[in-house]
């Protein structure tokens, strides 16, 4: 069983598209949140939310919406793609907001802008 | 392999040695640290964590030192093997939920 799950795993597209990233965790968990990784391997995050409500909002364009039907999903719809959007994006997960706890991860959609 | 190209530390270490893989962290406030191992083509996944108020735990083969006099963070895997072999990363919390991933670290066993 996955505990955090992300579709697709690849995606190619041209520039411009809108394009949406799907995330579901079945750990229970009530904070999602994602990550984007360059061609660096550095990791950022994006966004974090917890119990469908938006906690962490990180400088990021407006052209990315995140979007949290229930605590169990946190979907990222991208608008018009630009070439800098390529990059391996990241959903995890956490039990709760407060106190110290990990956060486990998916195993990233690569997204490649042509 | 993904790591070629990638202009991270890079720790060869033998099969069966000891591993030490280093970090430094940048915010003094921070009260939570995470180690993450991440292998090619997978998220990070979570080896072990420790809070302030420590400044060892140990988990199974791996060791994490932590020395907040200097800012440092440590990863120590024992008997390392094959499967280790992945990019390593540091992780603090510096306030609320958010982490901070430092920049990695490539760990290569040699067989």
């Known amino acids: 069983d996955t505990a955090v799950s992300q579709t697709p795993k690849y995606l190619v597209t041209q520039m411009g598209n809108d394009k949406s990233i799907k995330c579901e965790q079945n750990?229970?968990?009530?904070?999602m949140y994602w990550y984007k990784q360059d061609s660096k391997k550095f990791l950022k995050i994006m966004f974090s939310?917890?119990?469908?409500?938006?906690?962490i909002n990180e400088t990021v364009p407006n052209r990315f919406s995140p979007k949290s039907p229930d605590k169990a999903h946190l979907n990222l719809h991208i608008n018009s793609l630009e070439l800098g959007d390529s990059a391996v994006y990241f959903c995890?997960?956490?039990?709760?907001?407060?106190?110290?706890?990990?956060?486990?991860f998916g195993d990233g959609t690569r997204l490649s802008i042509l | 392999g993904e790591s070629v190209g990638l202009h991270l530390p890079t720790l060869s270490v033998q099969e069966g040695d000891n591993s030490i893989i280093n970090c430094a962290y940048s915010?003094?406030?921070?009260?939570?640290f995470i180690w993450y191992k991440q292998e090619s083509g997978k998220g990070p996944q979570f080896i072990i964590d420790?809070?302030?108020?420590?400044d060892k735990r140990q988990g199974q083969r791996v060791t994490v030192l932590l020395n907040k006099t200097v800012k440092h963070l440590s990863l120590q895997i024992a008997a390392t093997q094959p499967g280790d072999s992945a990019v390593y990363f540091c992780?603090?919390?510096?306030?609320?939920?958010?982490?901070?991933f430092g920049a990695g670290t490539i760990l290569r066993v040699k067989s």
């Open positions: 995890a997960s956490s039990l709760t907001t407060g106190g110290n706890q990990p956060q486990h």
């Open positions: 750990l229970g968990h009530d904070t």
């Open positions: 939310y917890n119990n469908k409500e938006l906690i």
């Open positions: 915010n003094s406030a921070s009260d939570y």
């Open positions: 420790i809070r302030s108020n420590m």
């Open positions: 992780a603090e919390k510096p306030y609320g939920n958010k982490l901070v």
